[in-house]
Nanobody, 123 residues
Framework: QVQLVESGGGLVEAGGSLRLSCAASVRTFSGLSMGWFRQGPGKEREFIAG????????YYADSVKGRFTIFRDNARNTVYLQMNSLQPEDTAVYYCAAERSLSPKATITPNYWGQGTQVTVSS
C-alpha cells in the first residue's frame, strides 16, 4: 500500500509562486511513476504533470507548460511541483498520484491518490 501526503498549498496573488510537495510512504519510491492532477471549481480533474520513475521523462499539460516544473527526490520519497506565474485559473485542488510502473513514460494511470491540497490564486 502506498500513502501520499501533499503539502504546500495555500493562497497566493496572481503572478506568485508556490511549491507543492508529495511525500510517499512506500518501501520502493523509485518503482513509482508520479504525477499531479488538479480539479478546479466546476471542472473535471485534469492531469497536469508527470514524471517517470527514474525522473528521465516529464510531461506537462499545455495549460501549465513553461510555468510549472515537476521533479522528484527518490532519496526523500518525495515529488514536487514548482508553480510559477500563477493565475486565477490555476485555482484548484491539487492531487498527487502514483502508478506502479518501471516504464520510461511520464504519463500515468494512477493506482494511488493523495487527499489533495487547495491552491487559490487571487487576482
Amino acid at each position: 500500500q502506498v500513502q501520499l501526503v501533499e503539502s504546500g498549498g495555500g493562497l497566493v496573488e496572481a503572478g506568485g509562486s508556490l511549491r507543492l510537495s508529495c511525500a510517499a510512504s512506500v518501501r520502493t519510491f523509485s518503482g513509482l511513476s508520479m504525477g499531479w492532477f488538479r480539479q478546479g471549481p466546476g471542472k473535471e480533474r485534469e492531469f497536469i504533470a508527470g514524471i517517470s520513475w527514474i525522473g528521465g521523462s516529464t510531461y506537462y499539460a499545455d495549460s501549465v507548460k513553461g510555468r510549472f516544473t515537476i521533479f522528484r527526490d527518490n532519496a526523500r520519497n518525495t515529488v514536487y511541483l514548482q508553480m510559477n506565474s500563477l493565475q486565477p485559473e490555476d485555482t484548484a485542488v491539487y492531487y498527487c498520484a502514483a502508478e506502479r510502473s518501471l516504464s520510461p513514460k511520464a504519463t500515468i494511470t494512477p493506482n494511488y491518490w493523495g487527499q489533495g491540497t487547495q491552491v487559490t490564486v487571487s487576482s
